[in-house]
T-cell receptor
Framework: ETGVTQTPRHLVMGMTNKKSLKCEQH?????MYWYKQSAKKPLELMFV???????ENNSVPSRFSPECPNSSHLFLHLHTLQPEDSALYLC??????????????FGPGTRLTVL | DQQVKQNSPSLSVQEGRISILNCDYT??????FLWYKKYPAEGPTFLIS?????DKNEDGRFTVFLNKSAKHLSLHIVPSQPGDSAVYFC???????????FGQGTRLTINP
């Protein structure tokens, strides 16, 4: 248990559906991240939020829409996804932005399958 | 262009022996390096890190070595235990970059 929870753990959706992934951290951290992990590929950073403000959007398609209402919660809203978006989506948090002193702590991930 | 590379997708080691996982990077601006361990159905767990001002950092059975001139780091686990079987990711960051760059991971299997 790392103090970062994600729901749901598994999600199957059609290409026309709209769904949301939720992440919550109980560590008192200020920065939160969304990553995508596809099979046999490195972890890809999608978004970074620091004190609720988005500081990084790593050229993510607009069919992924993040929301950070406060420093403890992070959402990823999904709509009109493609089958190639099927992957493990990981949320992480850190006390500050990644660097010398700010280690990221990950949630268990949501396994997303787009049909 | 992959800035952090783990060229061995898998590694198999006998219990009790040393496991050595390797990682190469290309960006000379990286100044902080981390190793994460990942079990199936779980998120990555932080294991150990090293700053570029050091060449070695040790924590129990885990030691990370950094060779800046070769842009290479390695993780040594000794003695290896069955519970060490997992996927290991190395990651790097540059000061002010606000993000970690991960390698593809190496699957370590410890055989009894």
């Amino acid at each position: 248990e790392t103090g970062v929870t994600q729901t749901p753990r598994h999600l199957v959706m059609g290409m026309t559906n709209k769904k949301s992934l939720k992440c919550e951290q109980h560590l008192g951290h200020n920065a939160m991240y969304w990553y995508k992990q596809s099979a046999k590929k490195p972890l890809e950073l999608m978004f970074v939020y620091n004190f609720k403000e988005q500081t990084e959007n790593n050229s993510v398609p607009s069919r992924f829409s993040p929301e950070c209402p406060n420093s403890s919660h992070l959402f990823l809203h999904l709509h009109t996804l493609q089958p190639e978006d099927s992957a493990l989506y990981l949320c992480a948090s850190s006390l500050g932005l990644a660097g010398i002193t700010d280690t990221q702590y990950f949630g268990p991930g949501t396994r997303l399958t787009v049909l | 262009d992959q800035q952090v590379k783990q060229n061995s997708p898998s590694l198999s080691v006998q219990e009790g022996r040393i496991s050595i996982l390797n990682c190469d990077y290309t960006n000379s601006m990286f100044d902080y390096f981390l190793w994460y361990k990942k079990y199936p159905a779980e998120g990555p767990t932080f294991l150990i890190s090293i700053s570029s001002i050091k060449d070695k950092n040790e924590d129990g059975r885990f030691t990370v070595f950094l060779n800046k001139s070769a842009k290479h780091l390695s993780l040594h686990i000794v003695p290896s235990q069955p519970g060490d079987s997992a996927v290991y990711f190395c990651a790097a960051s540059a000061e002010g970059a606000q993000k970690l760059v991960f390698g593809q991971g190496t699957r370590l299997t410890i055989n009894p």
